[in-house]
């Protein structure tokens, strides 16, 4: 029978990460849940981990996992409903219903939401007039119609799920010189490439790929390459920290696959490291420039995104510089796996893991809020640090 924790310290921090229940064995499988833990012997919540099929909605307890740092093991307990919720995966309807349930309670959350719609995101941004600019053209799609106008105008565009996250349900087409289309996409690393010479056909692997998920259409980017013509892109964690600041935990280049349309499952690098090997022919100047117009652009959409839907204790940026030197945003994550921060920085990438612990001790016993826009923008904040 598993033990009761009848007291313990506040807050009591839950992480939930997924629909079905997990073993104890299993929990060795979640490298990055480990690393949560071992952030917590510094921030010293009480901190769980569960899955939805581990919470007894009636009897408001939770069969949840902690690590045990004197056994050095896994082990499971009987906790009640946690002070406040970081959610770490899962979703659809029965994700839903259990945090409108936990909203209903009064639990608060790190983040307002679990998942961005990557179209109602792009909209919503798109009238914040400090964003806008680094939107690339974006529309929802209602009928095929709208991905031949964008292909027709744009020559190459990206369609992708309005939700997904790991660069799944993306695909990359672009117009022939010479008649038909060339399409692309990543499955689990492995890059698939494929012509059609007509537009029906194109519409026909469309539907196969997406099925009847919500789609929107993007004008690529024209993003910087390393050699070999490997597509680069950013991923940059931003996080409130325990005095409720903006902080840029980290920033890291993510050099693609060889032809690859994402740069998902790619190599990540420092980005004071690795930047001016990306722009080669810029001066220490235009660097130091370059590298002032991010942070800059970083905290416009975090502060965006907070506008419109609350205050959020930690967002993934994924974003691109383009041959010219133009930041566009790719999309913001609400889960951030955290995979390319801890492939480039190591150990360093630490207070990515620690920074969230300290915040939820920061809104324990604070009422629930949505952030107003006076409020962010009078909040300081800070740049990322130099590597050592």
């Not at 660097?287 to 959020?312: A, C, M, P, T, W």
């Not at 993934?316 to 945003?329: C, N, S, T």
Request: hydrophobic share 35%; aromatic share 10%.
């Amino acid at each position: 029978m598993d033990k009761e924790v009848t007291s313990h310290n506040r807050p009591l921090v839950g992480v939930i990460f997924g629909i079905n229940s997990k073993t104890l064995k299993e929990m060795d499988s979640y490298p990055r849940l480990k690393e949560i833990a071992k952030a917590n012997v510094e921030a010293k919540t009480t901190l769980i981990f569960f899955c939805s099929e581990d919470v007894d909605i009636s009897k408001k307890r939770i069969k949840g996992t902690h690590y045990n740092f004197k056994t050095n093991r896994w082990e499971k307990k009987q906790f009640p409903f946690p002070d406040i919720l970081y959610v770490r995966g899962g979703s659809g309807k029965e994700m839903d219903a259990l945090l409108a349930e936990f909203d209903r309670l009064g639990i608060k959350r790190i983040n307002p939401i679990y998942a961005f719609n990557k179209g109602d995101l792009y909209e919503l941004l798109d009238q914040d007039e400090n964003v806008r600019q680094y939107l690339p053209p974006t529309k929802n799609v209602q009928t095929m119609a709208q991905i031949r106008g964008m292909i027709r105008e744009h020559g190459i565009v990206y369609v992708k799920a309005r939700r997904g996250r790991k660069g799944t349900q993306v695909m990359r087409i672009e117009k022939l010189r010479h008649n038909g289309y060339l399409y692309s996409y990543s499955i689990l690393g492995y890059l698939v490439r494929k012509r059609v010479n007509t537009m029906e056909n194109l519409q026909k692997a469309i539907k196969s790929f997406f099925g009847s998920r919500p789609m929107i259409v993007q004008r690529a980017i024209d993003l910087v390459r390393a050699s070999n013509n490997r597509l680069c892109d950013f991923r940059a964690e931003l996080q409130r920290n325990k005095q409720g600041e903006i902080d840029i935990v980290g920033v890291c280049i993510r050099v693609g696959q060889q032809g690859s349309p994402i740069t998902t499952h790619s190599s990540a690098y420092r980005y004071n490291r690795y930047i001016k090997k990306v722009f080669p022919h810029y001066t220490n100047e235009q660097i130091e420039e370059l590298k002032e117009n991010i942070n800059r652009f970083l905290i416009d959409i975090y502060i965006g995104v907070e506008e419109v839907y609350g205050r959020f204790g930690e967002i993934g940026i994924d974003f691109g510089v383009d041959r010219k030197g133009k930041i566009w945003l790719i999309e913001c994550n609400a889960q951030s796996a955290k995979v390319s921060i801890v492939k480039a920085y190591g150990e360093k990438a630490r207070i990515a893991f620690l920074n969230p612990l300290e915040y939820a001790k920061a809104i324990y016993g604070q009422p629930r809020f949505r952030l107003c826009s006076t409020e962010t923008s009078a909040m300081e904040t800070s740049k990322m640090p130099r590597d050592s």
